[in-house]
């Protein structure tokens, strides 16, 4: 008991007078949850991630990423297209509001916005629970960001013919065939088809013309016509050489079964 000026002060025996640090929460109370962080919660951690990557390698090296054939100039009626994870962001460049004068919206200031969003998000609900109905601000964001994604990428994924896409990005073969080039047509074939072609009908910029299954006038109506991404009016020359060509195509292939 202390006096001052007529008052009384009366300390407490329970409290201490001493200050003393925060002590971390005892987590004795909860069961399996009192693991040293290093090494036992951090070594299930790191196994886990390994398990993971070692199985996120093997299937990359069982299926590999499809390659697309060499980039070709000539080409106008190649549409590229970017990865399946950017589809998103190359559809929303289509609409006007992103497009045009305004590109610098679709390719900055919206992506800029929902990524920016996203990133602070945290800390604009930042109350203590962790149940969605308790972090409406953060969930309503993550949901908007997910759905706009999944909508933009299924828009742009159902505009593209993916089957002949495929089809003209199949992997060229090693040819084993050779080429007679005695033949009337390959003088023809230099002139005509092998800078898309190939010298040994590989394929380069279009596809491989070793192992198709084609009559010489399938041959030579496609040389005309086109197929595909390969436009119309390739060919130039007279009936004879076309039939010579269509020929050369045809025997290349025979030899090669």
């Known amino acids: 008991m202390h006096k001052g000026k007529g008052m009384k002060f009366v300390g407490d025996s329970r409290i201490s007078a ?10 004795s ?10 090494p036992n919660f951090l070594l ?8 993971f990557l070692v199985g996120f390698l093997c299937l990359t090296l069982a299926h590999p990423s499809p390659l697309e054939g060499v980039a070709d100039p000539t080409d106008s009626a190649y549409i590229p297209l970017p990865d399946w994870y950017f589809l998103f962001l190359y559809e929303l460049l289509k609409y006007e509001f ?23 998000a945290p800390f604009l609900d930042n109350g203590p629970g962790r149940r969605p109905h308790q972090r409406p601000i953060a969930v309503t964001m993550m949901l908007l960001g997910l759905a706009s994604v999944i909508w933009l990428t299924y828009t742009s994924a159902e505009n593209v013919n993916w089957e002949e896409r495929a089809e003209a990005n199949k992997p060229i073969p090693p040819t084993e065939v050779e080429i007679d080039t005695e033949h009337p047509g ?17 394929g380069t910029a ?11 006038e399938e041959i030579a109506q496609i040389a005309v ?5 390969m436009p119309a009016d390739q060919f130039t020359g007279t ?19």
């Open 44 to 51: 299930k951690e790191w196994l886990a991630g390994s398990v």
């Open 98 to 120: 992103a497009a045009g004068p305004y590109i610098i919206m679709g390719i900055l200031v919206l992506p800029g916005i929902a990524f920016g969003a996203l990133l602070l």
């Open 186 to 202: 390959y003088a023809i074939y230099e002139n005509s088809c092998m800078s898309c072609h190939g010298g040994s009908l590989e």
């Open 239 to 257: 009936d004879e050489e076309l039939e010579q060509l269509a020929e050369f195509i045809v025997t290349v292939n025979e030899e090669a079964k």
């Open 225 to 229: 016509d086109g197929i595909g991404t």
């Open 29 to 38: 109370e909860y069961p399996g949850r009192t693991e040293a962080f290093w």
């Open 18 to 27: 001493e200050r003393k640090p925060n002590a971390s929460k005892d987590y």
């Open 206 to 216: 279009g596809p491989t013309l070793v192992g198709i299954d084609y009559t010489a």
